[in-house]
């Protein structure tokens, strides 16, 4: 654990901070994985192609980093520690920029996706940095990367798709969900046995999926004729429902970029969505009913967008049973983070 013994300590030495460095033309995207099956750990994702596994229990100079070469050019890269820093595993395969990863709960394996249009599913548990799948099908980046159970993939594009994967079985996508005009800005996805999601647009529109309901006729099918009828991708162009986050037109024109966060009441009934409007909406998923509106307070475009809830450990009455605390944080470009705590007697 990080410092002394007692909490104050460890705290202390927390905020104290610590730079990693390595990455080339920098990093693009982060991950924590779980703190029960990989503590004091972290994930990077860089513009130059390489994903990084880093330890945050003690620095690690001289230590030489584990990882998958695929070229020469890649070995002079990843032995040069001045390079490399003091990351325990390099993964290297993406041909250009990492655009996200996300590591699985277990803590064994990580998802991740870039601008070479694939994505890969790295072998976390093991001693050497190993690609175990790369999945192939969009047209465009791909932005985000998030699991439905343990095998089930799903996928954002700029290409205005959002793909699922069964990473056992292929590796091309066994659906493609197409209702969004411009690209995929966020996109929410349950455990496995929630069957809905809802993806948001970067022109203000929200779409909600059945997972249950996406191999009926709503569905047509892709492939070349020299692929067999198993290798052919469902696409599915009509979701459930088609919301706006703006209810006028004016308002769709300002709302551009949509992010999504889970509901306060219900977190598989309703999903909250906010957009440049600096507006946060909360939806009746299963009737698509807004259930309420209020503002965030930034005055110009939304950054990150997050819900929490007393399992997250940010309720500060915890160990009071008669009330439940549950909130959100923003963050915008008008270089403000604000919390907003709802609370419940």
Request: aromatic share 6%.
């Amino acid at each position: 654990m990080f410092g002394g013994g007692n909490v104050s300590n460890r705290l202390k030495f927390a905020l104290r901070g610590r730079a990693l460095a390595g990455h080339r033309g920098g990093v693009t995207c982060i991950d924590v994985p779980s703190h029960v099956y990989r503590p004091d750990s972290l994930v990077t994702g860089g513009a130059d192609g390489m994903i990084k596994l880093w330890s945050l229990r003690a620095l690690t100079t001289g230590r030489k980093s584990s990882s998958m070469v695929n070229s020469p050019q890649d070995a002079d890269s990843v032995g040069n520690q001045s390079r490399g820093g003091d990351a325990l595993s390099i993964f290297t395969g993406h041909s250009g920029r990492v655009m996200c990863v996300l590591s699985a709960w277990h803590g064994d394996r990580l998802l991740s996706g870039g601008a070479d249009r694939t994505l890969r599913v790295w072998d976390l548990a093991g001693g050497n940095a190993k690609c175990l799948n790369k999945l192939s099908g969009h047209s465009g980046w791909v932005t985000m990367v998030k699991y439905w159970g343990p095998n089930t993939v799903v996928s954002a594009s700029t290409d205005r798709s959002i793909a699922l994967w069964d990473a056992r079985l292929r590796d091309s996508p066994l659906f493609m969900l197409r209702s969004h005009s411009s690209p995929v800005s966020d996109f929410l996805v349950g455990s496995r046995t929630d069957p809905m999601m809802v993806s948001a647009g970067t022109d203000g529109t929200i779409s909600t999926w059945d997972f249950r309901k996406l191999s009926g006729s709503r569905s047509t099918k892709t492939g070349t004729p020299d692929n067999d009828d198993s290798q052919h991708c469902h696409v599915v162009r009509v979701p459930s429902r088609t919301l706006n986050h703006g209810v006028t037109g004016v308002e769709k024109l300002a709302t551009s970029s949509v992010r999504l966060a889970r509901g306060f009441s219900n977190s598989t009934s309703s999903f909250l969505s906010v957009g440049s409007d600096a507006v946060v909406r909360e939806w009746d998923i299963a009737s698509g009913q807004p259930l309420g509106s209020f503002g965030t307070g930034h005055c110009d475009a939304i950054t990150c967008f997050e819900s929490f809830g007393q399992s997250h450990g940010m309720n500060p009455n915890i160990c009071s049973p008669s009330r439940l605390h549950e909130g959100m944080i923003t963050s915008s470009w008008d270089g403000t983070i604000r919390m907003r705590r709802l609370s419940k007697i």
